[in-house]
């Protein structure tokens, strides 16, 4: 820790661990102590750590074809998309390396389809206050929290903000200027806030009235999270553009964009690109891993894994009055505190449990979607200890 201290750049408040093994739901640190991990590299190991499947898909190309750029075709970023496109509403696909880089990519299709489709003028996305779409600048510009852009202005300029699950306001921040929304199902970051039923069937409702392309941010909602496949499929709409990452190759870095071939045509040879966007390695491990997550009786165990923990904790909640709510859907769970988070963190990872803290108040639980029913209850009870020792 300390040679990390001298060497790598201070951007990250880190925990005191250092992490050298994984297996299913557990990792073990350099002292051989095993924890529980319910942040799941971020909502990324959604198969669990060291999938064997995954790790022979990707070990079995990297001795075939490890890299040749996008100036040629390669077979396994074509079946990924396939199975992409099979899978959802989109018709084409775009690869990139992250979550930040693909909402690059979304915000630049955006921009060009909708001043192609209405001309001049209409460059202006809606965003969200609380949503968080990563840190370049495309990125952090659509980002609505105001944190995160301290010192970095000025800012790609085009980007306004409503709150979340208000219609009324999104449709009042409508105007010529507007070519697109960008929204996250449930905003992850910003709290695991959730939207009312109906939130986006209104929002695909005044897209479709006012031409406005609806970009659905799934980089952490994606993917099975939620029970579904994606969390739109929740809502009964589909978007036009949407941005996976994250869980898409379990561990290995990859983002994809997503978009319907009427949106997807503004993109022509020279408009977009990425020298690492869609390798054979990292294309041959998400094929495998979207093929495990896309099973029904999958995603029926994430919905019902859920339903488990959802019981669970709402007891907890009565347990704890420093539980102010609980939210969350699927796999994908904060519980807002009274108080500051960070100290339970610290009391989970002394006990064995890996969880994540953010807004300051909200601890989130994002256990790997193969967590089992016995692997629940055992956070659980750390929780519950931790949540004794912090707060009585
Ligand atoms: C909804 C959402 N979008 C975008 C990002 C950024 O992804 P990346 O860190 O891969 O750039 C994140 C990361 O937490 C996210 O949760």
């Given at each position: ?9 201070n951007?990250y ?8 093994k994984?297996e299913?739901?557990?990792v ?5 102590r ?14 669990g ?6 790790a022979?898909a ?6 075939q074809?490890v890299?040749?750029?996008?100036l ?5 970023m074509v079946e ?22 693909v ?5 630049k299709?955006?921009r060009r389809y909708s001043?192609?489709r ?5 460059h202006r ?8 779409h990563g840190?370049?600048f ?5 980002t609505?929290?105001s944190k995160?852009?301290q ?26 200027t507007?070519?697109a ?6 905003q ?16 695909r409702?005044l897209?479709?009235?006012k031409?406005l ?5 799934e ?9 579904k496949?994606f ?11 949407m ?11 990859m ?5 319907t ?6 993109f ?6 990425s ?19 896309s ?6 165990g994430?919905?019902e894994?859920g339903a488990?923990?959802?019981e ?19 796999l994908?769970w904060?519980?807002?505190?009274a ?8 009391a989970?990872?002394?006990?064995g449990l890996l969880?994540n ?5 909200v601890?989130?639980?994002l256990p790997p979607?193969?967590?089992t ?6 956070a659980l ?12």
């Amino acid at each position: 820790m300390e040679r990390a201290d001298n060497v790598i750049m201070n951007t990250y408040g880190r925990q005191p661990l250092v992490l050298v093994k994984g297996e299913g739901c557990r990792v073990w640190d350099d002292q051989g102590r095993e924890y529980l991990d319910f942040v799941a590299g971020l909502a990324v190991v959604n198969l669990g750590h060291a999938h064997p499947d995954i790790a022979r898909a990707a070990a079995a190309q990297l001795t075939q074809l490890v890299h040749v750029s996008n100036l040629y075709y390669t077979t396994p970023m074509v079946e990924l998309a396939e199975a992409l496109v099979r899978r959802s509403f989109a018709d084409r696909v775009f690869f990139a390396n992250s979550g930040a880089e693909v909402n690059e990519g979304a915000i630049k299709l955006a921009r060009r389809y909708s001043r192609e489709r209405f001309g001049e003028g209409r460059h202006r996305i809606i965003c969200t206050e609380n949503s968080f779409h990563g840190r370049t600048f495309g990125a952090l510009s659509a980002t609505g929290q105001s944190k995160f852009w301290q010192g970095f202005d000025p800012l790609l300029p085009g980007f306004s903000f409503v709150p979340f699950n208000d219609l009324e306001a999104l449709a009042q921040a409508v105007d010529d200027t507007v070519g697109a929304v960008l929204l996250e199902p449930i905003q992850g970051e910003g709290g695991v806030n959730l939207p009312s039923p109906d939130y986006f069937k209104g929002v695909r409702q005044l897209c479709d009235e006012k031409g406005l392309v609806l970009i659905l941010d799934e980089i952490q909602t994606g993917l099975g999270r939620t029970g579904k496949l994606f969390a739109h499929e929740h809502f009964g709409i589909t978007p036009d553009v949407m941005t996976l990452a994250k869980g898409l190759a379990n561990g290995l870095p990859m983002g994809a964009l997503l978009a319907t071939t009427e949106v997807a045509s503004a993109f022509v040879p020279g408009t977009h690109a990425s020298t690492f966007g869609g390798g054979p390695v990292v294309a041959a491990a998400a094929k495998t891993a979207l093929e495990l997550l896309s099973r029904p009786e999958f995603l029926a165990g994430v919905r019902e894994q859920g339903a488990f923990l959802q019981e669970k904790l709402s007891d907890f909640k009565s347990r704890f009055p420093v539980i102010q709510v609980v939210r969350g859907l699927g796999l994908m769970w904060g519980l807002e505190l009274a108080q500051e988070g960070t100290p339970v963190v610290a009391a989970c990872r002394e006990r064995g449990l890996l969880v994540n803290c953010t807004q300051g108040n909200v601890i989130r639980l994002l256990p790997p979607l193969v967590v089992t029913p016995r692997e629940l209850e055992e956070a659980l009870a750390i929780l519950g200890e931790s949540f004794q020792a912090v707060f009585s």
